[in-house]
């Protein structure tokens, strides 16, 4: 569809989703003559088949029982009722009354055209202002970092370098697990059985054997139960020697943990574990007690249920033998250790101090999940303001099982790496033979960290996954080098075209369609600030990544329809934007997901 050209500013606050979306719900106010309550949801999104338009909305069926209306009438007298919008070239209400939206050509193109000057492309900053705090990796000191905190690794870092992109304040935290049961068992199992040449040479395996060694020990004894119970208790107050020994024990943990950071390209802005809230744990419970909200039962300090919330809503309740039992949360021990749970309370306030976060988000997965719908619970109880999101995932498995605890320690992990980047390179050999071998090993590296990782961000978090090498390395389907080869190809384009074309500059002649695959792809390009802002709201990366599939999908089809370099002048400098436009998107897209691309594969 056409019509006079139009200069198109980029809305540097709204995607173009919320901006129809807004206007959408002007019309639909001044057709039901009443405006509707501000959480209304009357959300824009992609049209799921082309024929039906370019976006569609639904919220004349949602919304027609406020305004007593039939969903159809309500749609046809909104869109009667609607201003004109510089984007819209025609409205359709179909069925039992969707709404379908179709763009205008000329401003799909000159929207695309803004979006390939822009260095946000089309980005708005919606977190502009707003804080948020995530808490992500949060591996356990003293033990092999296991499968579970690589996914929260992952996933927490493509969190966080979406919602910087957005503008938010991002605070990445990793919240090492270095102040619990488990240093008692092994402060006491290390001074009767360390081997310290073992511990100097391979510290986590040693101080994992001792941990072992020592559990099992206060499974069948129970004096040495007591015993490793009284050394953590030492070391909470404050015990020289007891904390000499920690400290090394997580100075040593903390070196073999960066070494798996650097290779994956994670960067925190604190690592502050448990520990550093230790001093604050007794303020917590004066203002648990103060509100009346924990009390002791059999020497330990609990939260109970106030039964404010219905029962099944209650994580401070369970359902048993047909009745509502209590579920306490319990705070702090009878040996007056202090739980997982109060530390965590302890680090919301203190959180919030410190930084008036608006959100904190915790990546870790499913088997978390009662821990930390107590601790909300809890928490807003004793006044954080903050909204509090559990982001958890499924736990991933191999093809041979799941990677338990005993199996995924670091080194196995390291390994997964490793070997990740050797089949990498064999790919990469085979491929093309002539490249310089540091080159291969650079291109491999690239390729093999971005497969494991976007095996794991192209899935829904909640879903299981099994993990296969010929998945995570296929070329063909959705995986990170199908990714990184098409974007390869596409910046390939622009340097052919200098090269045929010097001195040329493709963004001086306008974006045009001449095919449908064009006007698709340009669709496609205008939706990546829409797929970013789904993906990060959602907390889910597997979004982006279907998103970026897609747009590979579409290049390639009018990669394969439409020439070039043969095509006639004008024509072939829209269609050489078009690439480069693609090429900045999957670059942009796959470093969010923090995956590296190379120019040369
Ligand atoms: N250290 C915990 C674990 O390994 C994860 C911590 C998650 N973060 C938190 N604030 N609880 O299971």
Not at 56 to 70: D, G, P, R, V, Y
Request: glycine share 6%.
């Amino acid at each position: 569809m056409l019509r006079q050209c139009v200069r198109v500013q980029l809305n540097t606050k709204l995607t173009i989703e919320q901006e129809l979306s807004d206007w959408l719900k002007r019309a639909l106010e001044q057709a039901g003559g009443q405006s509707l309550p501000a959480d209304a949801d009357v959300s824009v999104s992609p049209t799921v088949r082309e024929e039906f338009g370019d976006y569609q909305c639904n919220a004349a069926m949602t919304l027609a029982k406020a305004f007593q209306q039939k969903p159809r009438d309500l749609a046809t007298a909104a869109m009667a009722a609607a201003d004109s919008h510089p984007a819209v070239a025609r409205v359709d209400i179909a069925g039992a009354g969707f709404i379908n939206i179709h763009l205008w050509d000329d401003w799909l193109a000159e929207a695309v055209a803004a979006l390939s000057v822009d260095a946000r492309l089309g980005v708005p900053v919606l977190g502009a202002g707003r804080t948020v705090i995530l808490d992500y990796s949060s591996p356990n000191v003293a033990k092999p970092m296991h499968i579970g905190h690589i996914r929260s690794t992952v996933i927490g870092n493509a969190l966080d370098r979406m919602y910087r992109f957005l503008g938010f304040r991002v605070i990445a935290d990793n919240h090492l697990g270095d102040w619990g049961t488990q240093f008692g068992i092994l402060i006491h199992g290390f001074r009767h059985f360390a081997d310290r040449a073992a511990y100097e040479k391979e510290p986590i395996e040693e101080l994992e054997r001792i941990y072992v060694k020592s559990y099992e020990r206060t499974q069948t004894d129970p004096a040495w139960l007591e015993a490793a119970r009284a050394e953590l208790v030492k070391l909470q107050r404050g015990d020289a020697e007891n904390l000499a020994l920690w400290r090394s024990f997580v100075d040593h943990s903390l070196r073999e943990f960066e070494r798996i950071y650097a290779r994956l390209g994670v960067r925190f802005d604190l690592v502050r574990g448990e520990s550093w809230y230790n001093d604050r744990l007794p303020e917590l419970v004066a203002r648990l007690e103060a509100l009346g909200l924990a009390r002791e039962s059999d020497g330990a300090l609990c939260v109970f249920s106030d039964g404010a919330m219905p029962p099944d809503e209650d994580p401070l309740l369970r359902h048993e033998g047909g009745e509502w039992k209590p579920a306490p949360c319990i705070v702090r021990k009878s040996d007056g250790g202090f739980n997982y749970a109060a530390t965590d309370l302890a680090t919301i306030l203190s959180r919030e101090e410190e930084f008036a976060p608006d959100a904190i988000i915790y990546v870790t997965d499913e088997r978390q999940q009662l821990h930390f719908r107590q601790v909300f619970h809890i928490a807003r109880k004793i006044g954080a303001r903050a909204r509090l999101v559990h982001v958890w995932f499924g736990l991933m498995r191999l093809p041979e099982g799941t990677f338990s605890t005993r199996q995924g320690n670091v080194i196995k992990l390291e390994r997964l790496l490793d070997e990740a980047e050797a089949r990498a390179l064999a790919i990469v050999r085979e491929n093309d033979p002539s490249m310089p071998e540091d080159q291969q090993r650079e291109v491999a590296r690239c390729v093999g960290i971005g497969a494991v990782k976007y095996a794991d961000l192209s899935q829904n978090p909640q879903s299981l996954v099994t993990f296969t090498w010929d998945k995570a390395l296929t070329l063909e389907g959705n995986s990170a080098p199908y990714l990184q080869y098409a974007y390869a190809r596409i910046s390939s384009v622009r340097v052919k075209y200098a090269e045929r074309f010097p001195g040329n500059d493709p963004d001086a002649y306008p974006i045009r369609f001449s095919a449908p695959v064009e006007r698709r792809l340009a669709l496609q390009l205008l939706r990546f600030p829409d797929a970013l802002r789904r993906a990060a709201l959602q907390y889910r990366p597997n979004v982006l990544a279907d998103y970026l599939y897609e747009t590979a999908q579409i290049y390639s089809r009018f990669y394969q329809t439409a020439p070039f370099l043969r095509a006639e002048e004008g024509l072939r400098e829209s269609r050489v934007r078009l690439c480069g436009i693609t090429a900045r998107v999957l670059k942009q897209g796959l470093q969010l997901l923090g995956i590296e691309t190379l120019d040369r594969i």
